[in-house]
């Protein structure tokens, strides 16, 4: 009898499920930051070459030193059990796979924007 082969996965997921992944991840991450509750600001952006979704809140922020750290893979601020880590060096890994990149502005006490921006061209 033949040997069964295993069905090689081919492929990655679509650009925009790879965008909203990268949103998801980042909109949970939001609403970590704002244990009190807070705003939550989703934008969509088109550029000529790029198009990008924002997802902005106003929680705890982050200091330089911390968002230098972020993507790094098990790197959390969260208590033991509550984090793993990988959520954003996982999600930064697939968008990048797509040519795409996430970018992060954060001010302490006032809020991140974090960005994930893909190729316009593989839309
Ligand atoms: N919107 C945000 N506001 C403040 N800090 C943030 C925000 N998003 C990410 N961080 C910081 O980045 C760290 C890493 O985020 P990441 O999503 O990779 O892991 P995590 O949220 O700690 O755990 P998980 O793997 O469950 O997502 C967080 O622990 C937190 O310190
Ligand atoms: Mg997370």
Do not use: C, Y
Not at 11 to 33: E, F, K, M, V, Y
Not at 54 to 66: A, F, L, N, Q
């Amino acid at each position: 009898m033949a040997p069964v082969r295993r069905r090689k996965r081919t492929g990655s997921p679509h650009p925009l499920i790879t965008s909203q992944r990268g949103a998801s991840l980042t909109i949970t991450n939001a609403a970590h930051a704002m244990p009190e509750g807070g705003s939550l600001r989703l934008h969509t952006i088109r550029l000529d070459d790029e198009v990008a979704i924002s997802v902005s809140d106003t929680g705890r922020g982050m200091p330089p030193e911390i968002q230098d750290r972020i993507f790094e893979p098990f790197f959390t601020t969260k208590q033991v059990g509550e984090g793993t880590g990988l959520g954003l060096s996982i999600g930064l890994g697939i968008v990048r796979e797509h040519g795409g990149r996430i970018t992060v502005e954060s001010q302490v006490g006032q809020g991140s924007t974090f960005t994930v921006w893909l190729p316009a061209e593989r839309i």
